[in-house]
């Protein structure tokens, strides 16, 4: 009896230290993945027709909440001038759009029962005002990480049609990328083994008014870009070419991230073409790029500097310790997390499985 009362507390010792582990690994967890939840993971097939493709997507939402979410941006976000432009020309508007987005935005919009011109428009309005921050960074070993804050209006409807997108092709994921649900481009994504992108915007002054010439004149909206680099180019160096080159409807920051050293780049556009690049150069010292919604070269205002915030935390962190874990925690950083912080991705094009989205809330 001795004996087994001697094993029966070394069991018990046992049971209550595996416990502690436990909860210790599980507590571990949490605090690494941080505040928020993951997005809807949807598959998108490019071998589907255009107008097709994002039905199954569809299903898994309440139309009649769709439809509203879409008046709602549009009615806040567009001027009255544009819907007096826009959808007088609506029925035409399908030859100014390059394939796939016109046939994708066409299917979304006989789905949801929602006019050819509102679903343009829904586009134009998520163009217009993506506040962000995004870095990209090496680590000691070569390692480039790439990471980004997406801030919008509306957090209370995007962060419900939030959804991390697979776009599949011959059974293989193409590309990935985050994105809203009724928007066909990507201001977040990822080439596997290839390179990382994101987009923040960059204040052009009389937006609307420029952007409705540029596309009227076939120029890509800037996320239609991102999404095109990410079907087309196979390499760091040709997607950087692209972004930079391509005319675009609105003028914006580009950055990219790749799978070897030093590939990291943060390019500044005019809408027909670049006004600087400014690359990693951690042989200088200058492991990271921190890129908000202003010039790298001029100061930002005081009321939006989410960049000293986000470059002090990088600084702390150190490029020995910088990881997919710590550049989540960079993010998380106040003010660079704040109010209309949708959601954060930390991604590298060289370890795509660990492409991650949260969707965020300072509540």
Request: include cysteine; proline fraction near 6%; charge should be negative.
């Amino acid at each position: 009896m001795g004996r087994a009362a001697a094993w029966g507390s070394r069991l018990r010792g046992l049971l209550l230290l595996l416990l502690v582990v436990v909860v210790v690994v599980l507590c571990g967890t949490a605090a690494a993945g941080g505040p928020g939840t993951a997005p809807l993971l949807c598959n998108v097939s490019l071998d589907s027709p255009a107008e097709e493709r994002w039905l199954p997507v569809l299903r898994h939402f309440e139309p009649a909440f769709l439809r509203a979410a879409v008046a709602r941006v549009i009615d806040e976000t567009v001027p009255k001038w544009v819907h007096e432009v826009i959808q007088p020309i609506a029925a035409e508007l399908e030859s100014f759009m390059p394939q796939p987005f016109a046939g994708e935005i066409l299917g979304l919009c006989k789905a949801l029962g929602i006019s050819l011109g509102d679903g343009v428009l829904l586009n134009f309005a998520y163009e217009s005002t993506a506040f962000c921050t995004s870095i990209v960074a090496q680590d000691e070993k070569g390692n480039i990480y790439h990471g980004r804050n997406l801030d919008y209006d509306f957090v209370d409807i995007l962060s419900k049609i939030t959804i991390d997108v697979q776009f599949i092709k011959g059974g293989q994921i193409a590309y990935q990328g985050t994105t809203f649900l009724g928007y066909v481009g990507l201001w977040t994504g990822q080439s596997p083994h290839k390179f990382t992108v994101s987009g923040d915007e960059r204040a052009g002054g009389s937006w609307w008014e420029n952007a409705i010439a540029a596309f009227l004149n076939r120029n890509y909206p800037v996320s239609w870009l991102v999404r095109d680099t990410l079907s087309r180019a196979e390499d760091f160096q040709s997607a950087v070419l692209r972004l930079a080159g391509i005319p675009i409807i609105a003028e914006v920051y580009y950055i990219v991230g790749g799978v070897s050293p030093k590939e990291g780049m943060v390019i500044t556009r005019n809408r027909r073409g670049p006004a600087d690049l400014w690359p990693l150069d951690p042989l200088s010292g200058a492991w990271f790029r921190v890129e908000t919604n202003y010039d790298h070269w001029t100061t930002p205002p005081p009321f939006d500097d989410r960049r000293t915030p986000a470059m002090k935390a990088l600084n702390a962190t150190g490029q020995q310790n910088i990881n997919f874990d710590t550049l989540f925690q960079v993010l998380s950083v106040k003010p660079v997390l704040n109010d209309n912080t949708v959601y954060t991705t930390v991604m590298s094009a060289a370890f795509p499985e660990k492409y991650q989205t949260w969707i965020r809330t300072m509540k």
